[in-house]
């Protein structure tokens, strides 16, 4: 497991490289935010991104979708994997959001859990990046990290979540979500780590460093 010591310079680190980090998904609400994580999940940014700069234009509220009709909102994201479901899981969602909470997105976890397509992760995401709330949205970057760092090891991604809450300095933890993500995506990549050109080599627990292959 990381040192105690290390973890406040291994985020002041990230911070410096980074002071003001956003989610890489594109939105100009906090239900577009909400459709879009919805849609990302075993997807790319970039893709989820490609299909709603189509879909935003024409819809972009629960009830614009809504009247887009299933058929219509397939048509915006059928470049998405597993686009079927999530458009089935996007009008109910919407469908709630009209009839319990007049087509505005919850602001607590239990409401945003209950929508249609709506899991821990991505409830997260939204409570921390529309809300500014410290929580801790653990993706498959996010859990990677945890592990080969040692920041937070766990077996499971809600081990990950609690163990990064519970070890991130508070300053830190509004951000620590972005910083960990976008750590894993370029950086700790999944298959060999780019520890050569890692600013936070030296507090992260993992052996051995790679290096650089000519």
Excluded at 86 to 92: S, V, W, Y
Excluded at 102 to 119: C, H, K, M, S, W
Excluded at 152 to 158: I, Q, R, S
């Amino acid at each position: 497991m990381m040192k105690k010591e290390h973890i406040e310079p291994f985020f002041a680190t990230l911070k410096a490289a980074n002071p003001q980090p956003n989610t890489e998904l594109e939105y100009t609400s906090v239900f577009e935010l909400l459709a879009a994580v919805l849609l990302s999940a075993q997807a790319t940014d970039v893709g989820v991104n490609k299909a709603t700069r189509r879909l935003f234009v024409v819809a972009n509220t629960p009830q614009q979708i809504l009247r887009l009709g299933l058929e219509g909102l397939e048509q915006h994201i059928k470049t998405i994997g597993l686009f079927r479901s999530k458009a089935r899981h996007l009008m109910q969602t919407c469908q709630m959001l009209v009839d319990l909470h007049g087509g505005e997105v919850p602001r607590t976890r239990e409401a945003l859990e209950a929508l249609p397509g709506v899991g821990r992760k991505t409830a997260n995401v939204v409570l921390n990046v529309a809300f500014g709330e410290p929580t801790m949205a653990v993706d498959t970057h996010i859990f990677r990290v945890g592990n080969r760092t040692g920041l937070a090891p766990g077996k499971t991604p809600l081990d990950v979540e609690m163990g990064l809450l519970k070890r991130i300095p508070p300053a830190y933890l509004v951000d620590a979500h972005h910083w960990l993500i976008l750590h894993g995506r370029y950086v700790c990549q999944a298959r060999k780590p780019l520890c050569w050109q890692c600013a936070v080599s030296d507090h992260c627990d993992f052996k051995p460093k790679t290096k650089q292959t000519l």
